[in-house]
């Protein structure tokens, strides 16, 4: 492989957390000198988070069936990669990578970041079909099968994953289903670094220097624990913490509004950042707080902002989920999952002694800098994708 050679990176969603490991390879792979572009569906009516300004970026509009046909049709004459890489084994990326796998026979790797079906019930979901109900969420205007995210077609999608030429996946509760290599949710170090940046002008930037604050640098949903933060608040009844939610986008039930309401005095909600930005954002932080709740959707994942805190050298706050406290090591503070007064009890310890806690976080750096940086991605990408070549 060569500086020339193309990859086309396929997402199924260029609104929401898919786009944020899209983005994550496609820095790997510039790293890597590939010559890099994604491709994508957008089914909202912006990009979210905002791509990274140097990354070329192509997409077309989210819709039903039959309208889906033309968008992918779009897409499969736009693809020109050397090689095809989907992320999540979706019909949006994974799907539309097979038919140009088929068209073009050209090697595509398929990257797993999340259990999707987890999010619909898992293994017991079951599509209930009888010719009746077939009929109608086919033929109705708003049918259920004409969404291109239907979890039915993300089944049979899920039992194509074999026909990948790779796959990689970023926990062991996915390498246990699926196989593959393990390829970690990664952070640039280099742009995630604490000394280019002052703690204190950042909160003064943000309106917070009057506060100690804890941080969730990502999208509220309700496996993610976030009310188990402010209960946590609510027995501390400190009035100089605050806990600051950066960015995200709402879910559409009004989840979020709730939150903001029951977080009354401590919640306050940034804007979306930029990617390129979000360590001044981080940098802000006297604690970053990842608080997974301990549900299958959880189970499968590997908390990307775990990655933001440990690469700013922060006190890193989270729950004994699936992988994290390997992710941590020693370096992180843990508590059981659902467990308000555990966190409560890690929040007074780390401001008791926050120099030891500060102590701790540059240890998570380096920790971070070594297995979970886009350096340690990019020597694991490169080996799969020589050993893809030969």
């Known amino acids: 492989m060569s500086s020339q050679t193309k990859i086309s990176l396929l997402s199924p969603n260029l609104h929401g957390g898919a786009a944020t490991r899209v983005y994550l390879l496609a820095k790997v792979l510039q790293q890597l000198d590939f010559n890099v572009k994604v491709f994508g569906c957008l089914f909202e009516e912006q990009l979210y988070p905002i791509p990274p300004k140097d990354l070329p970026l192509q997409w077309v509009k989210g819709c039903n069936y039959p309208q ?227 549900t299958p959707v959880a189970r499968a994942q590997f908390p990307i902002k775990l990655g933001d805190g440990m690469a700013m050298a922060k006190p890193v706050i989270s729950t004994r989920v699936g992988d994290i406290p390997d992710i941590l090591g020693e370096t992180g503070f843990l508590a059981d999952p659902s467990s308000p007064q555990q966190i409560a009890t890690q929040i007074e310890a780390i401001f008791q002694n926050y120099d030891e806690a500060i102590a701790r976080g540059r240890k998570a750096r380096e920790r971070c800098v070594q297995y979970y940086s886009v350096d340690a991605m990019a020597a694991i990408l490169k080996e799969a994708i020589a050993n893809l070549s030969g």
């Open 68 to 294: 889906f046909f033309q968008s992918v049709q779009e897409l499969i004459q736009a693809i020109d990669g050397d090689i095809i890489y989907a992320v999540k084994p979706k019909p949006t990326s994974f799907g539309i990578g097979l038919l140009k796998r088929f068209l073009s026979k050209r090697p595509l790797l398929l990257d797993i970041d999340d259990w999707e079906l987890s999010w619909f019930g898992g293994d017991d979901w079951q599509y209930q079909a009888n010719p009746k109900k077939v009929a109608r969420d086919i033929l109705k205007k708003n049918g259920a099968l004409r969404d291109p995210q239907h979890p039915l077609y993300l089944r049979w999608c899920e039992q194509l994953v074999a026909k990948a030429d790779l796959v990689t996946i970023d926990t062991e509760f996915l390498r246990n289903r699926y196989g593959g290599i393990y390829l970690p949710n990664g952070k640039d170090t280099r742009l995630f670094d604490p000394e280019k940046f002052n703690p204190e002008e950042s909160r003064a930037k943000y309106g917070l220097s009057e506060y100690r604050v804890l941080m969730f640098p990502g999208t509220a949903r309700p496996h993610k624990g976030i009310e188990d933060v402010i209960e946590a608040l609510n027995l501390l009844d400190r009035p100089d913490l605050r806990f600051v939610l950066v960015g995200g986008t709402p879910i559409g039930d009004g989840y979020l509004e709730q939150l903001l309401e029951k977080g009354k005095p401590w919640l306050i909600k940034l804007p979306s950042i930029p990617l390129d930005e979000m360590p001044e954002v981080v940098a802000a932080a006297h604690i970053v707080i990842v608080p997974q709740r301990d």
